[in-house]
């Protein structure tokens, strides 16, 4: 593949994968970053990367919903591999305003699909990166596989898991050549603060309440973002089409265990605030409607077929994590102040929020 589109490049996964190919990954083509900044997309997160890689990194504002423009840039651009992240990704706001998740992670899918099945004599690959969350919801024991039935519970799953199927269809109906990742929680650098790992540092550093939601012992399994992109590459590269794999960081963890573990780390590195402990700061608040309980990956295909492995344990991951946000305060501030904001204001037109 020699030029790649990669949807969604200014949000959180989408640049550390970008950042990734770049950097670390021996990929010698183009990335061609199509985003439309809604208010998860930040150009700061590769403000760098533009500057250093002119001639193979290209951005381009576009909604993946408009066929037109993106059909233009599928042409212009000669795009013969996608990797498509950009979407709608946070459940509590799927729960508010569903809208938005309908249109950008199913008609916009549908839309690149289409872009795909026309350019098909071209396109290598389509990559469609989703979500463990379309499996539903686990008891205390097993994981899910590849083979566990969809049972989304939110808008936002919902959404994921049709996307997912349009996908799947595209291969059995059209002969598209795609794969799917169904992936665990992400943590890392460049993670907006309205995720729970993010909001809990930020929080906790200028000594605001931290809220957990109902009991605090929901499990997720943490990834750290960085293998969540080596396993996504290492698809890409050698999984075979029409095939799902699910990538986990066999991390299981209660929230509040997260939370408290974050809050020893920056008692750790900053010291005490106001003479305590910031875990006096943990706040239960009401819990989020129809919250799954626990989610856990079995990830062995992806570990047998690939040979993938996760480099970062929770316990390394986390302590890079909050050194990240404490080395990047101008990045933080820039996002919370509004002053990001207005800059894309200036340069891009109003963003949708
Ligand atoms: P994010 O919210 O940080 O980033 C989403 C990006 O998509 C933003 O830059 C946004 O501007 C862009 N976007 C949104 N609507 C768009 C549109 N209509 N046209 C073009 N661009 C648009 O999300 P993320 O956490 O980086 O997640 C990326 C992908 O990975 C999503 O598909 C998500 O479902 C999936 N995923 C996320 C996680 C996680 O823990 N964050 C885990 C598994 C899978
Ligand atoms: O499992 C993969 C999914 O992980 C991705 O598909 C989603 O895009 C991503 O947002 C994430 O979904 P979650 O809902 O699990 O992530 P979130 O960070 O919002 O919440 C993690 C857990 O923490 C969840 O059980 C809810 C809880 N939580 C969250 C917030 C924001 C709190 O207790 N307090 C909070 O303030």
Same mark, same amino acid.
């Given at each position: 593949?020699?030029?790649?589109?990669?949807?969604?490049?200014l949000?959180?996964?989408?640049s550390?994968?970008i950042r990734?190919?770049?950097?670390?990954?021996?990929?010698?083509?183009?990335?061609?970053?199509?985003?439309?900044?809604?208010?998860?997309?930040n150009p700061d997160n590769l403000a760098d990367i533009e500057k250093e890689f002119?001639?193979?990194y290209?951005f381009?504002?576009?909604?993946?919903?408009?066929?037109?423009?993106?059909?233009?840039?599928?042409?212009?651009?000669?795009?013969?591999?996608?990797?498509?992240?950009?979407?709608?990704?946070?459940?509590?706001?799927?729960?508010?305003?569903?809208?938005?998740?309908?249109?950008?992670?199913?008609?916009?899918?549908?839309?690149?699909?289409?872009?795909?099945?026309?350019?098909?004599?071209?396109?290598?690959?389509?990559?469609?990166?989703?979500?463990?969350?379309?499996?539903?919801?686990?008891?205390?024991?097993?994981?899910?596989?590849?083979?566990?039935?969809?049972?989304?519970?939110?808008?936002?799953?919902?959404?994921?898991?049709?996307?997912?199927?349009?996908?799947?269809?595209?291969?059995?109906?059209?002969?598209?050549?795609?794969?799917?990742?169904?992936?665990?929680?992400?943590?890392?650098?460049y993670?907006?603060?309205?995720?729970?790992?993010?909001?809990?540092?930020?929080?906790?550093?200028?000594?605001?309440?931290?809220?957990?939601?109902?009991? +605090?012992?929901?499990? *997720?399994?943490?990834? =750290? #973002?960085? @293998?969540?992109?080596?396993?996504?590459?290492?698809?890409?590269?050698? &999984?075979?089409?029409?095939?799902?794999?699910?990538?986990?960081?066999?991390?299981?963890?209660?929230?509040?265990?997260?939370?408290?573990?974050?809050?020893?780390?920056?008692?750790?590195?900053?010291?005490?605030?106001?003479? +305590?402990?910031?875990? *006096?700061?943990?706040? =239960? #608040?009401? @819990?989020?409607?129809?919250?799954?309980?626990?989610?856990?990956?079995? &990830?062995?295909?992806?570990?047998?077929?690939?040979?993938?492995?996760?480099?970062?344990?929770?316990?390394?991951?986390?302590?890079?994590?909050?050194?990240?946000?404490?080395?990047n305060?101008k990045w933080?501030?820039r996002?919370?102040?509004?002053?990001y904001?207005?800059w894309?204001?200036?340069n891009?037109?109003?963003?949708?929020?």
């Amino acid at each position: 593949m020699r030029n790649i589109l990669v949807t969604g490049g200014l949000g959180f996964i989408g640049s550390n994968f970008i950042r990734y190919l770049l950097h670390e990954s021996g990929y010698r083509g183009c990335l061609i970053n199509v985003d439309f900044i809604t208010y998860a997309g930040n150009p700061d997160n590769l403000a760098d990367i533009e500057k250093e890689f002119k001639d193979r990194y290209r951005f381009i504002r576009c909604d993946i919903c408009d066929r037109e423009r993106m059909s233009k840039i599928f042409d212009e651009m000669a795009i013969d591999g996608i990797c498509h992240f950009a979407a709608e990704s946070h459940v509590d706001r799927s729960l508010v305003r569903p809208d938005a998740f309908i249109q950008t992670n199913i008609v916009g899918t549908f839309t690149l699909l289409e872009l795909a099945r026309k350019f098909r004599g071209r396109v290598e690959l389509f990559h469609h990166v989703s979500t463990d969350e379309v499996y539903g919801s686990l008891g205390r024991e097993g994981f899910f596989t590849e083979e566990t039935p969809y049972r989304p519970n939110s808008p936002y799953s919902a959404s994921k898991a049709s996307s997912d199927h349009l996908v799947r269809a595209y291969h059995m109906s059209y002969g598209l050549p795609v794969t799917i990742s169904n992936c665990s929680n992400n943590y890392g650098p460049y993670q907006f603060p309205e995720k729970l790992i993010p909001l809990v540092i930020l929080n906790a550093l200028e000594g605001k309440p931290i809220p957990v939601y109902g009991d +605090g012992r929901n499990v *997720r399994d943490w990834l =750290y #973002v960085g @293998d969540h992109c080596s396993a996504i590459w290492a698809i890409m590269n050698k &999984g075979r089409r029409g095939e799902t794999y699910n990538v986990g960081g066999n991390n299981e963890m209660e929230n509040i265990q997260v939370v408290g573990l974050i809050c020893d780390i920056l008692d750790e590195y900053c010291g005490m605030i106001d003479g +305590g402990p910031r875990r *006096r700061l943990i706040t =239960y #608040v009401k @819990d989020r409607p129809g919250h799954d309980r626990r989610y856990a990956i079995d &990830g062995s295909k992806l570990m047998r077929e690939l040979g993938w492995a996760p480099h970062e344990s929770f316990a390394t991951g986390i302590r890079k994590t909050v050194r990240w946000y404490l080395d990047n305060r101008k990045w933080v501030d820039r996002l919370i102040s509004g002053e990001y904001k207005a800059w894309i204001k200036e340069n891009y037109g109003t963003n949708r929020s």
